[in-house]
């Protein structure tokens, strides 16, 4: 078995609709064991995410997060993906972390939108105009090509260049934005909530992103009552996010209110049920999703 190395040249052999099927497909198979390792060295950082999905492989995405290398002119954070056969455990190939991280990230999100967002969708909404907010603009785009795509930031500058890369309408207002959007997809980091429960208007689907520790929320409780909530993993998610951690801490929702996760997409559980419903996501990653993905880069990559 030859080693295969894959760099950021082989994102023009991929597509987010077949990543979406490579994720529900991977999902069909037993479940992932996974783990994390986080070592530090004062501000410097290695992040370890492995997983061993039995029939698809073995990932371990090692992340290097150093910031003193922007006042070098270098990039804080670095790292590769390496993807292990099943079969007998040997090195297969090495991903690019940012290729990886990038379509893992969207792809995720698509995947849900896919399941739960109206097909006719025609506003989408993007809360955030950073790194992931460019990707999620790519994502949705391959699913719901006729929605017109809205981008609100903090940031007027930020919001603006957004507009300017993607083609999106700068907002001025969240809440009115919010009010008229079919898909909204929040990317921030921020530890209160910027999307209110009341400005939702029925069939939306709120896609969160952002918060990936305990301290962070993008979404109030209201928008938790309001919904119909979906996790792509209750295993990285319930005890592990603040989005999902403060509104079960406040009672707001019950674990048995979370109807689904990617785990249930073989059920037929993880769906819309009604056009007029709210459907709530939480995108928390995972090192499964690492390894699904990666796989299939790298079958795209050899083709």
Known sequence: MSLTIIGPEAEAKLD?????????AGHALPRAEVADTLLRRGADTLLTRSAWIDGMGIAVKGATI??????????????????????DGRLEALVDFALVTKWKTAGDSLLAARRLARPDAERILIVGAGTVALSLAEAYAAAFPKAALHVWARNSDAARAYAAATGATPEPDLEAAVGKAAIIA????????????????????LDLIGAYRPDMREADSDCFRRARVFVDSRATTLHHIGELMMPLAEGAITEADVIADFYDLPSGRFVRRTADEITLCKNGGGAHLDLMTARYILEAART
């Open 16 to 24: 987010w609709l077949a990543l979406t099927d490579a994720l529900a």
């Open 66 to 87: 150093f910031p003193g290398n922007s006042a070098m002119g270098l990039p804080a954070i670095g790292g590769a993906v390496n993807l292990m056969s099943d079969r």
């Open 186 to 205: 929040t990317s921030t980091m921020t530890t209160k909530p910027l999307i209110h429960g009341g400005w939702l208007a029925p069939g939306t689907h």
